[in-house]
């Protein structure tokens, strides 16, 4: 499975996973695979299962967008509903569009977890719901709704 090349080996202990649902930072260590934010589409959604075991993407840079990409397509088209990860190189402004993406957790170290929350609460709320495909709009025209 493609493994990051600069992942760091030891982990900083004081680190955990932020539920960006909850806002609450859980201790314990995650195992699962981690897929590059920059592997492809297809070939992540290759490593899949129906088992609905946590699936983790390694972000190289913070400004690096392909990770958000690869975890709207794990969710939409490759329909994992297990748990989605996000690891690597993150600030807590992007928490919000974590969430939105698909992620249900972030790595971070536990003295952070006050910036996450405090991002997670000035976020917007969503103002619509957007529908997801073409077919699911022409439905819902056709049913006579707005």
């Known amino acids: 499975m493609a493994q990051p090349a ?10 955990g996973w932020f539920d960006l649902h909850t806002s609450e930072l859980r201790e314990p260590e995650t195992v699962c695979p981690l897929f590059n934010a920059g ?3 297809s070939e992540a959604a ?13 972000f190289d840079r913070f400004s690096d967008g392909r990770g958000f ?7 939409q088209a490759a329909r994992h509903a297990g748990p989605l990860l996000a690891d690597g190189h993150l600030i807590p402004d992007q928490a919000d569009y974590l969430r939105r993406c ?32 073409r077919r699911e709009r022409e439905r819902r025209d056709s049913a006579g709704r707005v």
């Open 69 to 75: 990409t690869l975890a709207r397509h794990l969710r």
């Open 6 to 15: 600069d992942r760091p080996a030891a982990r900083d202990s004081r680190a």
């Open 39 to 41: 592997m492809g589409l």
């Open 102 to 133: 698909g992620f249900s957790h972030v790595r971070i170290a536990a003295d952070h977890a006050a910036q996450w929350r405090r991002s997670l609460a000035l976020a917007p709320p969503a103002m619509q719901h957007v529908l997801t495909n």
């Open 46 to 58: 290759s490593y899949l299962d129906d088992s609905g075991r946590p699936v983790g993407v390694w």
